[in-house]
């Protein structure tokens, strides 16, 4: 088990690290990367999935969720986890994404005081909505993790059961799928798509001295929890009916 929460926080740093800094990139003034565009982030996130599923595996998560919804979702698909170790690994991807966002943090350290804008800076850290409308928000959020969820229950199901998709492609396929996520379905929340993606760095945003940094949002912060969390729960009843 130590293994486990080991691969998981460390796995999280490395997506958040990744993950945030193309953001932080793409939004921080003065920055080299500055208005780069979505696709670029989009690009990042999907890298940031893939490293972070490596960083997972090698330091000891054999499943490197990476993601609160994923690991509810394996634990009602049953045989993996026992209601007693899901807490602690949600605890050590939360903590673990909080980390990663110090990290963003520390590496754009001058960036910040450039940057203007408050909700540039929160952007770095948590996702916000385009549109305001807590309903099609929640939606949103449950479509994106759902579709994510059942992605990767297709990506290591029959096909790489059957020897007709390698195990060691596993990491690269659900980067690619993060991707694709980002691409079509990303530009309504900016989909969080998991809760220690979210909550952790959004968190550190609060806390953290940043200059101008603004407020947290916490009045939105509740759908990319709850969503995800839907979805993840939705994607596993899929993958039970049709996978």
Not at 77 to 89: D, Q
Request: net charge positive.
């Amino acid at each position: 088990m130590r293994d486990i929460l080991l691969g998981e926080f460390l796995g999280c740093a490395f997506l958040i690290l990744f993950g945030g800094g193309v953001v932080a990139n793409n939004l921080l003034t003065k920055s080299k990367g500055n208005n780069v565009g979505w696709l670029a982030i989009s690009a990042g996130w999907g890298f940031a999935v893939m490293g972070g599923v490596f960083v997972a595996k090698s330091a000891g998560s054999i499943q490197a969720d990476l993601n609160p919804a994923v690991t509810l979702a394996k634990f009602l698909l049953g045989g993996i986890y026992s209601v007693s170790e899901i807490f602690p690994i949600m605890f050590a991807q939360i903590t673990g994404c909080f980390l990663g966002a110090i990290l963003v943090w520390l590496t754009y350290l001058p960036h910040w005081k450039e940057t203007e804008d408050p909700s540039l800076k929160l952007a770095v850290f948590s996702t916000g909505p385009a549109i305001r409308h807590s309903p099609s928000n929640l939606m949103a959020e449950v479509i994106g993790t759902t579709i994510l969820v059942f992605g990767i229950g297709a990506i290591f199901g029959k096909a790489t059961n059957n020897g007709e998709i390698s195990p060691a492609m596993g990491p690269y396929l659900v980067g690619l799928l993060v991707w694709a996520i980002g691409l079509s379905l990303g530009g309504a929340t900016g989909y969080a798509i998991n809760p220690a993606r979210d909550l952790g760095p959004r968190i550190a945003h609060a806390l953290l001295p940043i200059a101008g940094k603004g407020k947290s949002d916490w009045k939105y912060s509740w759908i990319p929890v709850l969503g995800p969390v839907m979805g993840g729960v939705l994607g596993a009843f899929l993958c039970k009916m049709f996978l």
